[in-house]
């Protein structure tokens, strides 16, 4: 990308005072400094997929027994998806804030416990299905009782949580007032995408938002308060996890979403036009799979900004990162090195073209202002040199994913002869079908005979041959679905890419987790070193 030489130069001249400003308002709390040598295995489930009473997953009683199952079946990494909240299509990949949490992650059975909430107003939840989450159903039931148990909280005055919650919203009022004044317009104007505000509120006319945020300061406070709440908990997840000697392996999408408080607060760090409305998109494009490629609409950074401000969004988004989690994959890895521009006017994928993006610059300030970063690089697809370069300079993991391995030879980079050290291998995705699915639906008898000749025996159980070769891999760091552990159909799959519908509900049932499955996921874990422990302790 055609970057000014001015501009290079002011971003080495000038960012050092900034990033240093910009650290000291932050106050990282790191998590793991680098992604260490030491083999683990691990397991992909997402919050929201956890069992419970309320009609979705949430971050209280479940996922503290779900810490307990996993570390007595010998894993140490717990890998979920953006936590942030959820926009279109119900999809944490399209999440209304960059920073924010998901209120409808919040434990209801922890708010009855603290005295905000009584058991009987809980009874609309109960009434949802356990089986699957049932958004259109869920969101309105939960926003109400939440904003019950807000004002219950406004009436403690004086308390250690009204102070707690305070200093909360002085620690992350960088992002936290937009993105409370945002979601706050985005209700009153009944769910409208920004761009479609009133002109004042959608060009942040500064009395205009003053205005509102009297007007509606209550309403305001309650964002604030659900996004305290979300942090809280989670916090208290997170401490459980690594006083069993867990790491959590967070998910940090490359690109915002267009309808988002980042958007619309920055947008001169995205290439938009006057109106607000992106002048180019994001996507990949056409290849085997698609023959018009995959638009998928989110704005596209205006890099030539983020240099000239220190990569400042950047190093404040990967820092609110780390005080939540300790490992972080960044999807999509690729756009860092070159990304595919489609003009917004494009129907399809197909009339883009690639861009270069500062990748390199961006990382290494990154890393001069916050150290090693503990960063799994999201590499798969078409990978050309120059990213596989990027990422074997600042250390960054790759990913290897074993479904992809099967029926066209040796030479296939999927398959475990080919593992590195530096990377993560995972028997499938969230994108993903569950393996048992994918053996029964999407493999061909080349495949099929290619994986027996491989193995060496004919397949048994699919799903725990995979994760045997998982396991055995080179790879530093082994994941599976929970589906794959549970060896469930294509029925409990997390998400099919390109379906509009259908996605993001899938749950886990109570009792699905029992002893056995630990006892066995133990021993492997154990037999190929990946139980958290180093050579020495052996």
């Not at 004086?158 to 707690?164: E, I, L, M, P």
Request: contains cysteine; proline residues 6%; glycine residues 10%.
């Amino acid at each position: 990308m055609g970057l000014p030489p001015g501009l290079i130069w002011l971003y080495l001249s000038e960012s050092s005072q900034r990033m240093k400003q910009s650290t000291n308002r932050h106050h990282f709390l790191q998590g793991a400094s680098m992604i260490d040598k030491t083999r683990r295995a691990g397991v992909l489930l997402h919050p929201t997929s956890l069992p419970g009473p309320n009609g979705i997953g949430e971050l209280g009683a479940q996922a503290h027994h779900f810490l307990d199952w996993i570390a007595r079946a010998g894993q140490r990494v717990w890998q979920v998806m953006p936590l942030g909240p959820t926009g279109y299509g119900d999809s944490p990949y399209q999440c209304f804030s960059a920073f924010a949490g998901n209120p409808l992650l919040i434990s209801m059975d922890k708010l009855v416990e603290s005295g905000l909430l009584q058991v009987e107003e809980l009874a609309p939840l109960r009434e949802l299905p356990s089986d699957h989450v049932d958004y259109g159903r869920l969101i309105p039931r939960k926003r109400s009782i939440l904003e019950q148990a807000f004002r219950r909280f406004q009436l403690q005055a004086g308390s250690d949580g009204q102070d707690h919650f305070r200093k909360f919203c002085e620690h992350h009022s960088s992002w936290l007032e937009d993105y409370a004044l945002f979601m706050t317009i985005k209700r009153f104007q009944g769910g409208q995408s920004w761009n479609g505000w009133p002109t004042g509120l959608r060009e942040r006319d500064p009395e205009t938002l003053a205005g509102f945020s009297r007007e509606q300061s209550d309403s305001i406070l309650l964002e604030k308060w659900l996004q305290y709440i979300s942090f809280e908990q989670w916090r208290e997840v997170r401490e459980e996890a690594r006083s069993k000697g867990i790491l959590i392996l967070g998910d940090l999408p490359i690109f915002v979403a267009y309808d988002s408080a980042d958007t619309w607060s920055h947008p001169h760090l995205f290439h938009l036009d006057n109106s607000g409305n992106p002048t180019v998109v994001a996507g990949v494009p056409p290849d085997y799979f698609s023959r018009t490629g995959q638009r998928w609409g989110n704005p596209l950074y205006r890099w030539e900004a983020h240099i000239a401000e220190g990569f400042a969004w950047w190093e404040a988004r990967i820092g609110t990162m780390r005080e939540m989690m300790d490992l972080i994959r960044i999807d999509h890895f690729r756009g860092f090195s070159a990304c595919w521009e489609i003009p917004a006017s494009e129907p399809t994928a197909e009339h883009g073209r690639w861009v270069n993006a500062p990748g390199e610059m961006l990382f290494d300030a990154l890393r001069s202002r916050m150290g090693e970063l503990p960063l799994v690089a999201e590499d798969l697809g078409v990978i050309t040199p120059e990213v596989v370069q990027l990422r074997k300079k600042f250390g960054f993991p790759g990913m290897r994913v074993l479904q992809f391995a099967w029926g066209s030879g040796a030479s296939n980079p999927f398959l475990p002869h080919h593992h590195e050290p530096d990377s993560v291998v995972y028997t499938g995705t969230h994108d993903n079908n569950t393996t048992v699915g994918w053996y029964n639906a999407e493999t061909s008898e080349e495949m099929r005979r290619h994986l027996m000749e491989y193995i060496g025996h004919p397949v048994g159980e699919i799903n725990w041959e995979l994760l045997r070769i998982a396991y055995a891999s080179p790879a530093v760091i082994a994941v599976a679905p929970i589906q794959d552990l549970l060896g469930l159909d294509a029925s409990a799959r997390m998400n099919t890419p390109g379906s509009a519908a259908g996605n993001w509900g899938w749950r886990l049932q109570s009792g699905q987790l029992d002893d056995n499955l630990a006892r066995r996921l133990e021993a492997m874990a154990s037999l190929y070193g990946r139980d958290g422990h180093g050579e020495s302790e052996r």
